[in-house]
């Protein structure tokens, strides 16, 4: 075993008093605290990095795109040296997420923090040592860490912003009869760009633009790339219930009378 493996495996048994406090939070669904994140951050750290993390400031996080981050500055001397300083552990406090859950995010992102901590150099930012050492925990520990998490539909209703929105909506109808939608950026020039290019493509039946208020929509990305999102054309009738087609004429956007 590797010297850098070592220090994942070593030392379990110095934690044991903690553990003894710590393993019995109620199993059932919970929304993180910062207390709680601080606790788990103490624990695993001696359970599985050998205390080897400083403590870092936490942060509860309610943003939608993701349950957990760690961020940092990164600096670069004159003489080419990194420095990583300022790390921040960010937890999503909005989803509500089973004990394991939480865990496995908080050892997550402790791992993308020693890393960066020490230094070491990956192919990426879930590249080759970042899943040696995932893999590692997840044998040791019985943990079930992963690249990404899947929510369940709860979940993801949670992180969604419920809030309704003006959003610019292209609804791309593709001659396999696929339906598709894209939330493009309010600015003329980006929808213009958008519409031109993907009326042109070969596998599209056609392209309709809508101005709407609904917090459908907020759950898609915003830009001008040239893709969709498939969806089903059910789950289109009730947010496009009252909103306002758009047409392209004349190098402008005009509005329609009505949705159609």
Partial sequence: MSKKLTIYVQNVI???????????????????????????????????????????????????????????????????????????????????????????????EMIHYYIAYNKIADTSTHGVQFRRLMNAINKKYSRHITITHHGTQEQNDQLRDKKAKWHVVAVVKMKDGKTGIKVIPRVVERIVYYYNNVSRSPEVDSVRLYLVLHPYFNQFPNSDKLNVVYVEPDKLVEPLANARQLIYKDGHIQYLKSAQ
């Avoid at 669904?29 to 993390?53: D, P, V």
């Avoid at 001397?77 to 004990?99: E, P």
């Fill in 14 to 108: 110095y934690c044991c008093n903690f553990a003894n406090h710590f393993l019995f939070w109620p199993i059932r669904n919970m929304i993180a605290t910062e207390q709680y994140i601080r606790e788990a951050f103490e624990y695993y750290n001696k359970l599985i990095f050998s205390n080897s993390l400083p403590l870092i400031p936490i942060k509860l996080s309610r943003a939608k795109s993701f349950l957990g981050q760690l961020t940092y500055k990164r600096k670069v001397s004159l003489f080419g040296k990194t420095q990583y300083t300022d790390f921040c552990l960010r937890i999503n406090c909005k989803v509500d997420l089973a004990k394991d859950e939480l865990d496995d995010t908080i050892i997550h």
